[in-house]
């Protein structure tokens, strides 16, 4: 994975830790854990926008609220893929502050996922944070990021916007430094989550231990750890 395009996916992370620490894998209890926010001070939903983004790791289950449900409606924050309310992707979950919508299997090289971020600098506060899918992309496959827009408005507001399509993992170039896996955690809540990016080539492994990470990057209120792949143990 190229390294320049990691700032944009690094301003994502810090956006989601502003508004909220284990070792990582196998070392913390495995309970659900959610990024707590109040929910009179998230964006209201728009149109076929996930409401909650929900991921089983072996640090846990951990959830991030993306939006507030409108009608009274709540939006569900547990591990559930049988609750009507949910888009799976392998140990990801999408969900609905209504039944989830019914996708077809991605086309090749389709966008899969797309996001639209607009952030307060002078408040903090998001305005906006949908989170659209638009295929069903198959478990083997990854979100590989398509295309990253960043514009900062005269009135202080930062509006990102990303979109990924469905794709093989790419195979790794260790000779590149290529990061096969990137882990973000937070100092406040302890959720972590964690972003596929390659596959280890043969002979290799992606580790899951923070004490291995290549890189890792200190933000306000949390870190993300860049993981580079290793030769297999004896």
């Known amino acids: 994975m190229?390294?320049?395009g990691l700032p944009c996916w690094v301003l994502l992370c810090a956006v989601c830790l502003v508004q909220a620490r284990p070792r990582f894998y196998g070392l913390a209890?495995?309970?659900p854990r959610s990024l707590t926010v109040n929910i009179s001070g998230l964006p209201e939903c728009m149109e076929d926008s996930a409401c909650a983004y929900v991921q089983l790791n072996l640090a846990g289950i951990n959830s991030e609220q993306l939006c507030r449900c409108s009608d009274g409606l709540s939006c569900p924050l547990d591990w559930d893929?049988?609750?009507?309310r949910t888009v799976s992707h392998g140990?990801?979950?999408?969900?609905y502050c209504g039944r989830a919508p019914r996708l077809a299997r991605c086309l090749r090289d389709q966008v899969v996922y797309s996001t639209a971020v607009k952030l307060s600098l002078l408040t903090g506060i998001k305005l906006e944070n949908t989170a659209r899918l638009h295929c069903s992309c198959p478990?083997?496959?990854i979100f590989y990021r398509n295309q990253t827009s960043h514009q900062q408005y005269d009135n202080g507001v930062t509006a990102i916007d990303v979109s990924t399509l469905?794709?093989?993992?790419?195979?790794?170039?260790p000779v590149e430094e290529d990061a096969c896996m990137a882990i973000s955690e937070s100092f406040v809540t302890g959720t972590v989550f964690v972003?596929?990016?390659c596959a280890c080539p043969a002979g290799m492994r992606c580790p899951t231990d923070l004490d291995l990470a290549a890189d890792r990057v200190e933000l306000a209120k949390g870190t993300y750890y860049l993981m580079n792949c290793l030769p297999e143990r004896a």
């Open 139 to 141: 478990p083997t496959h």
């Open 91 to 95: 140990n990801d979950q999408y969900k």
């Open 2 to 4: 190229d390294r320049g």
């Open 29 to 31: 209890p495995m309970k």
């Open 81 to 84: 893929p049988l609750d009507g």
């Open 166 to 173: 469905c794709k093989r993992p790419p195979t790794c170039e």
């Open 195 to 197: 972003k596929r990016d």
